[in-house]
Every structure is written in C-alpha cells, then in structure tokens.
C-alpha cells in the first residue's frame, strides 16, 4: 500500500507536470538538451497543474463542496486538459518533440556536476532533517482535516472547534492540494507534507533555475554548471535570516508561501526575462508567454493571498523596466494586462473578510 | 516610519554579509553588464523594487491590506540569488580555464557560504524520528488515544501541541496554538487552570468540555488527580489522564 502510494505520488509531482507540460516547452522552443526538454516541461507543467487548481478550488469552496467533491471536479478538469494537451503535443509538435529527443545532453562540466551533488544532499537531507514550524499546525492541519472530514475549511485546524472566520486562509487553498496529494496516494497529510512534498519543491527550484541559466548563457553548458553551482551554495547557505526565501525552501517547504517565494516568484522573474529577451532578439513575443504570465499569477495566488498581490507587483516592476528601456507600450501593457485576473482572489478576500 | 522600514530589512539581512554580496554584485554589474535585457532584469527591476520596498507610502499601503509583520515578503520580489550567481559567472568569466579559475571559483563559493549560513545547522532543524517530521511521542501517544469512527478531546503539553491534529485530525484539542500566539490574544479558562494546576478547576471544566484526556510532561504529574481524571497510562514519559465521566465509546 504503501509503496503504491509513494509510487502514485511520484506520478503526480514529475510524471503529470512533465507531461502537462511538453507541449508548452515545444512552442516556446529555446530547449537545448534533453534536460532543457525535461526540466522546462516539469515547471510549466506544474504551473499548469497549480492554476487550475486555484480556481477549481476556491470555487469549491465557496459553493460549500464536500472535498471529495471538489478534487472529484480537479481531477475531471485536469484529466481533459492532459488530454488535449498530450494531443497537442503529439499532433500539433511531434517533429519538434523527436528532434529535441535526438539532441544529445550538455556536459554539464565540474561545477554542473558539483551543483547535482548539493542537489542530492539537499534532497537526501529533507528526508532525514525535521524542521518544527508552528504554522504547519494550521496549514498541514488544515489539509488533514480536510481529508477527515471531506470538508474544507469548516473546522479550525488549531483545535477542530468550528471555524470562526476561515476568509484569511480559504481563498489560497495549497493545503488542499496536499490533502489531493494525499487522498489519491492514500499517505497520512503528515507524511505528504514533511516528506513528498520538500524534495518535489526542491527540484522545482532547481528547474527553474536551470531553465534560466539556459536562457542566460545559451549553448555554454559551463557557464551554466557554473550558474547552478553558485544557486545551490546559495541556496544551501540561505539560512542567514529565517524570512529569505531559501530558509523557506529547506525548511517550510510544504506551506504554500515557500512554494510562493523560492518556486512561483522567480519563475515569474524568469517569465519576464524571457518576454524581454524575445522581444530584444525577434521584436516580437510568442503569446504562450503571456498565457504563461496569467497562469504563474493564479498559481501564486493558490501559494498565499499575499502570492497573487506579489506576481502582479512582479510583472509590473518587469513591465515599467521594459517600457522604460525600449519605449515601446504594447508588450508592457500585454504583460501587465495578463497578471491582473490573480488579483480577483484578494480582491474577494478583502470583500469578504 | 523609515525606522521601522529600517528594522524589517535588518531582520531579513540576518548578517547581512549576502546582503552586501548582492549589492556588490548589483554595482559590478551597472559597470560591466552591457546586454540591455540582463540590466532590465537583474540591475533595473531589483532598483525598483528596492525603490518601492523603501517607500512609506507602500509601508502604509501594505499594513492596510496585509499585517506589518509580513512586509519584508516584498523582498521576494528581488532575485538575490540569480543576480549573485550570475554576477559570479560573469566575473569568472574573465578568467582562463585552468588552475587559476578553479582556485577563485572555489574561494567565491566559500566566500558566499561564509556570509551565509548552512541551513541544516539551524536551531529548528532536527534528526526526523519518523517520515511524519514530528517527534515520535506525538504519534505513540495520538495512537493510543485515538478512537476508530469518532473524535475525542485531549489538553496537550504546549510542545506537542503543534503537531498533534497534523498527525491525527481526530483528535481534537482543548486549546491550541492560538492560544501561545500574543496576535490572537484569545483566553481559554481551561489552559489557564492548566497553568495554575488547579485541579478542581480541571476537572470540572474538562467534565463539561468534554476533554477526555488530559496530557502532561515526563516530572509534572499532578499529585492530586484532577476531579474525574484517572491516570490512564504512560507513555515516552508523558502521563496521559482519562476522564472518566465523559466517554469515549462509539
């Protein structure tokens, strides 16, 4: 049962968001390797996954769904839309698909190799380190609850008294996508929380990371190993405040704003990037990127209901930049435009509360 | 105002040796970096937000729709790392391959490890005792406590209190975090006369609120039973008390 479990989840965090996530990597191009392939595949797809996942469950919620209802709707929207994008992939870019799988792999050189090194410890760490945060008492609660009771949000995750006012938490539902986690793997919450889900976040990172580094140094797979290698000394030497988004990562990776600091914010960071550098080399800007923009704002947004306020303030910050350095309106105004619709989440929130 | 700005990037700086790292790396790159799409990401849009972040017209703006305690989040909004990395990689790319680049490479990364610190020497971090991350007498004694097909109430020693309903939603708890938490500033009459160890008090509040186990520390038992509690068992030093009026059957 459970190696079934463990087998089911590893399933849902890499084989689901890769495969969500390859027709996205094709139409964007600018893969390099197999990895580039793999990990660009993974983090969009994963965005893919959280963005849907925010409005199925806020919606839930609000309309008073029992749990299993509500990842009964998920998992219907989710299997259609992995359905139609498998299509896509396998229709719409199968030559790109087997070109990139005939490209040979990067040496990723001393440092490439060094950087995998403090990947591996990081994650072999995050099995055998615990790291008691108190917050977990109310969002890892929550999302066992959540499972106990097949509701969402009726019961205050302190005590299981009945909830006072749930507003301040219900409109960024992560814990309920550790309960999904766990109802479909059939592993205690607890045990998603403190063991599935840190070493996933890690690799997310490190992901994201490599896909920038792909953006920044092109073909010099060097400079890229080189790149990671500072990321994860950085990353593993993070702990130098309990607030950086580091410390937040190896230690609280299974609360939604870990995901939010050190997974969503510089993907979004790197989403901007890319939108610039598209625009720099081609004058003009393939529009999955925007689409990209609008999903990463709905997947910060399920992280926190800060997260939503943060990737609009984000894209603004890109989108002044870009304006003031080219002078040209129309991909600022597009890139501002499409990170807005996230902000309906605080927005009821604040009506609400 | 400006203080209180002052004192939150303080507190995310911790030492604030990274702190500067990065802003070494942010002036290096003003002066050497010439792509216009890398000075827009990693020089203008981290000036910006640090515009922004300094600004008490966002301090105001950010304390009405969010709490105060929570305003360094906007420093998320600044890639530290990528900038710090990049900026190594550019300056080490300066270098010829050999020996030299190897030895500077090596003391960059110890300098930035050095400013740092290893997470995994955090007071907070601790061996795992189980795949649940918690401590191993929170699983034995929810295990023994629990009720197939219903939920009970127990009053927990403030240490485990925490991971309790994240091993076991079944049980549920007199008091909770909240509780410990100066931001609620919520009372509960029965921690208070868990405090005081008044057991009449107790027992005749955990009659009434149904809380059907009482828990305390390894040394702390009580030297005079708590009206209506029994003590039921012992378990990795903690003694758990039963009541005995309210039950526990299905």
Same mark, same amino acid.
């Given at each position: 049962?459970?190696?079934?479990?463990?087998?089911?989840?590893?399933?849902?965090?890499?084989?689901?968001?890769?495969?969500?996530?390859?027709?996205?990597?094709?139409?964007?191009?600018?893969?390099?390797?197999?990895?580039?392939?793999?990990?660009?595949?993974?983090?969009?797809?994963?965005?893919?996954?959280?963005?849907?996942?925010?409005?199925?469950?806020?919606?839930?919620?609000?309309?008073?769904?029992?749990?299993?209802?509500?990842?009964?709707?998920?998992?219907?929207?989710?299997?259609?839309?992995?359905?139609?994008?498998?299509?896509?992939?396998?229709?719409?870019?199968?030559?790109?698909?087997?070109?990139?799988?005939?490209?040979?792999?990067?040496?990723?050189?001393?440092?490439? &190799?060094?950087?995998?090194? #403090? @990947?591996?410890?990081?994650? $072999? =760490?995050?099995?055998?380190?615990? +790291?008691?945060?108190? /917050? %977990?008492?109310?969002?890892?609660?929550?999302?066992?609850?959540?499972?106990?009771?097949?509701?969402?949000?009726?019961?205050?995750?302190?005590?299981?008294?009945?909830?006072?006012?749930?507003?301040?938490?219900?409109?960024?539902?992560?814990?309920?996508?550790?309960?999904?986690?766990?109802?479909?793997?059939?592993?205690?919450?607890?045990?998603?929380?403190?063991?599935? &889900?840190?070493?996933?976040? #890690? @690799?997310?990172?490190?992901? $994201? =990371?490599?896909?920038?580094?792909? +953006?920044?140094?092109? /073909? %010099?797979?060097?400079?890229?190993?080189?790149?990671?290698?500072?990321?994860?000394?950085?990353?593993?030497?993070?702990?130098?405040?309990?607030?950086?988004?580091?410390?937040?990562?190896?230690?609280?990776?299974?609360?939604?704003?870990?995901?939010?600091?050190?997974?969503?914010?510089?993907?979004?960071?790197?989403?901007?990037?890319?939108?610039?550098?598209?625009?720099?080399?081609?004058?003009?800007?393939?529009?999955?990127?925007?689409?990209?923009?609008?999903?990463?704002?709905?997947?910060?947004?399920?992280?926190?209901?800060?997260?939503?306020?943060?990737?609009?303030?984000?894209?603004?910050?890109?989108?002044?930049?870009?304006?003031?350095?080219?002078?040209?309106?129309?991909?600022?105004?597009?890139?501002?435009?499409?990170?807005?619709?996230?902000?309906?989440?605080?927005?009821?929130?604040?009506?609400?509360? | 105002?400006?203080?209180?700005?002052?004192?939150?990037?303080?507190?995310?700086?911790?030492?604030?040796?990274?702190?500067?790292?990065?802003?070494?790396?942010?002036?290096?790159?003003?002066?050497?970096?010439?792509?216009?799409?890398?000075?827009?990401?990693?020089?203008?849009?981290?000036?910006?937000?640090?515009?922004?972040?300094?600004?008490?017209?966002?301090?105001?703006?950010?304390?009405?729709?969010?709490?105060?305690?929570?305003?360094?989040?906007?420093?998320?909004?600044?890639?530290?790392?990528?900038?710090?990395?990049?900026?190594?990689?550019?300056?080490?790319?300066?270098?010829?391959?050999?020996?030299?680049?190897?030895?500077?490479?090596?003391?960059?990364?110890?300098?930035?490890?050095?400013?740092?610190?290893?997470?995994?020497?955090?007071?907070?971090?601790?061996?795992?005792?189980?795949?649940?991350?918690?401590?191993?007498?929170?699983?034995?004694?929810?295990?023994?406590?629990?009720?197939?097909?219903?939920?009970?109430?127990?009053?927990?020693?403030?240490?485990?209190?925490?991971?309790?309903?994240?091993?076991?939603?079944?049980?549920?708890?007199?008091?909770?975090?909240?509780?410990?938490?100066?931001?609620?500033?919520?009372?509960?009459?029965?921690?208070?006369?868990?405090?005081?160890?008044?057991?009449?008090?107790?027992?005749?509040?955990?009659?009434?609120?149904?809380?059907?186990?009482?828990?305390?520390?390894?040394?702390?038992?009580?030297?005079?039973?708590?009206?209506?509690?029994?003590?039921?068992?012992?378990?990795?030093?903690?003694?758990?008390?039963?009541?005995?009026?309210?039950?526990?059957?299905?």
């Amino acid at each position: 049962m459970m190696i079934t479990g463990i087998l089911i989840t590893i399933c849902i965090e890499l084989l689901l968001p890769v495969l969500m996530g390859l027709a996205v990597s094709l139409a964007l191009g600018e893969i390099r390797s197999k990895l580039d392939l793999l990990a660009q595949s993974f983090v969009y797809g994963q965005i893919i996954i959280f963005a849907l996942f925010q409005p199925i469950f806020v919606f839930a919620i609000l309309k008073d769904y029992r749990f299993s209802k509500g990842a009964a709707l998920f998992g219907a929207v989710l299997a259609v839309v992995l359905l139609t994008l498998i299509v896509v992939t396998f229709t719409g870019y199968r030559k790109d698909l087997v070109k990139t799988l005939k490209l040979k792999n990067m040496n990723p050189g001393i440092w490439g &190799i060094a950087a995998l090194v #403090i @990947l591996g410890i990081m994650i $072999v =760490m995050s099995f055998l380190k615990a +790291y008691y945060d108190g /917050d %977990d008492s109310y969002y890892v609660a929550a999302a066992a609850e959540g499972i106990n009771s097949d509701s969402m949000y009726k019961k205050e995750p302190y005590t299981g008294d009945a909830i006072l006012s749930p507003y301040r938490y219900l409109f960024a539902p992560f814990p309920m996508w550790i309960a999904f986690l766990s109802k479909l793997s059939g592993i205690k919450v607890a045990a998603v929380a403190h063991t599935m &889900i840190p070493w996933c976040m #890690i @690799l997310f990172v490190f992901a $994201v =990371m490599y896909i920038m580094s792909g +953006y920044l140094f092109k /073909d %010099d797979s060097k400079k890229r190993g080189l790149f990671m290698f500072f990321v994860s000394v950085l990353i593993m030497f993070g702990d130098y405040s309990i607030h950086t988004p580091e410390n937040f990562l190896l230690a609280r990776s299974r609360q939604g704003k870990a995901a939010l600091a050190s997974f969503i914010l510089p993907f979004m960071v790197f989403l901007i990037y890319g939108i610039i550098r598209e625009f720099e080399d081609r004058k003009k800007v393939n529009p999955v990127r925007f689409v990209l923009i609008l999903l990463t704002g709905f997947a910060g947004a399920l992280c926190s209901t800060l997260g939503g306020v943060l990737c609009v303030s984000l894209t603004l910050t890109g989108a002044l930049c870009m304006l003031l350095t080219y002078r040209k309106f129309k991909y600022p105004f597009v890139m501002a435009i499409c990170s807005m619709p996230c902000l309906i989440f605080p927005v009821l929130y604040f009506v609400m509360r | 105002m400006l203080g209180t700005i002052m004192s939150v990037i303080k507190a995310y700086m911790g030492t604030g040796f990274v702190t500067v790292i990065f802003l070494l790396c942010l002036v290096y790159l003003v002066f050497t970096e010439r792509d216009r799409v890398k000075r827009c990401v990693f020089i203008y849009m981290p000036l910006v937000v640090i515009i922004v972040f300094l600004c008490p017209l966002t301090y105001i703006f950010y304390g009405k729709v969010s709490e105060d305690v929570t305003y360094y989040r906007l420093l998320w909004l600044i890639p530290v790392t990528p900038v710090i990395a990049y900026a190594a990689v550019t300056y080490l790319s300066d270098i010829k391959e050999g020996a030299k680049k190897t030895a500077v490479t090596l003391a960059l990364a110890l300098f930035v490890a050095f400013a740092g610190k290893l997470m995994y020497t955090s007071v907070h971090m601790v061996k795992a005792e189980n795949v649940y991350h918690m401590p191993q007498a929170v699983v034995d004694i929810c295990d023994a406590i629990h009720v197939d097909g219903r939920e009970v109430r127990a009053a927990m020693p403030e240490e485990l209190m925490q991971f309790v309903r994240q091993y076991d939603p079944c049980i549920c708890l007199a008091y909770g975090r909240q509780y410990l938490m100066a931001v609620y500033q919520e009372e509960n009459d029965f921690r208070d006369a868990m405090i005081a160890r008044d057991t009449y008090l107790i027992g005749t509040l955990g009659t009434v609120r149904e809380v059907h186990y009482i828990i305390v520390r390894p040394g702390e038992e009580f030297e005079e039973l708590p009206v209506n509690y029994e003590e039921y068992m012992r378990i990795d030093g903690f003694i758990i008390y039963k009541n005995t009026v309210v039950s526990t059957e299905v």
